[in-house]
């Protein structure tokens, strides 16, 4: 009989659900886009160079993996790092590189900041955040009844702050 998988490897991914295979190819994809923003960096700087003839922009390996919440659920990165040793020479500081794809603050996509206040307007209380979303991304989220509750005080501070504007120059 002939089989396509051969190794148990590829097996185990072809029998992982759905959702698993969603986070699989958001990881790989945004591995992929990581490497190619650094790979982009580093021709764009290839040409300079130390006194030596050494290349002042250079790959350093990757940084710790972290846990990124995302539409796809929780997705483990390993975002590539490089050394730049190049120096401002007005300000004495040194280059550095900074993602705009994950900088390195980013632990939630925008999107999912965004859902969470619609969540709690539809009644979903702060204690409840975490058995809700647990099954989406996992036990180690980041969404405690203390950080809702933080997040919280933020949306009724810019609430108030709408409801206190001017409009006397408005209709």
């Known amino acids: 009989m002939l089989s396509v998988v051969v190794d148990e490897a590829a097996r185990a ?33 290839a040409a300079e160079r130390d006194e030596r003839g050494r290349r002042l922009v250079v790959r350093n390996g990757h940084a710790r993996q972290r846990e990124v919440l995302t539409a796809a659920g929780a997705v483990t990165v390993q975002a590539p790092r490089v050394d730049d040793r190049r120096v401002d020479p007005v300000t004495g500081e040194r280059a550095r590189f900074r993602s705009v794809i994950l900088p ?10 965004e ?3 619609l969540l709690y307007l539809h009644g979903l209380s702060t204690g409840d955040f975490v058995p809700a979303l647990a099954a989406f991304f996992g036990s180690a989220s980041g969404l405690s009844a203390a950080a809702v509750g933080r997040l919280l005080a933020s949306w009724q501070a810019d609430y108030q702050a709408f409801c206190g504007r001017d409009l006397s120059d408005c209709d």
Do not use: F, I, N, Q
């Not at 969603?22 to 886009?33: P, Q, S, T």
């Open 13 to 45: 991914e072809l029998r992982m659900d759905l959702d698993g295979l969603a986070r699989e190819g958001a990881r790989r994809m945004l591995a992929a886009a990581l490497e190619a923003e650094v790979d982009d960096y580093l021709v764009a700087c």
């Open 115 to 117: 859902v969470l206040p």
């Open 104 to 113: 390195p603050w980013c632990r939630k996509s925008p999107k999912v900041t």
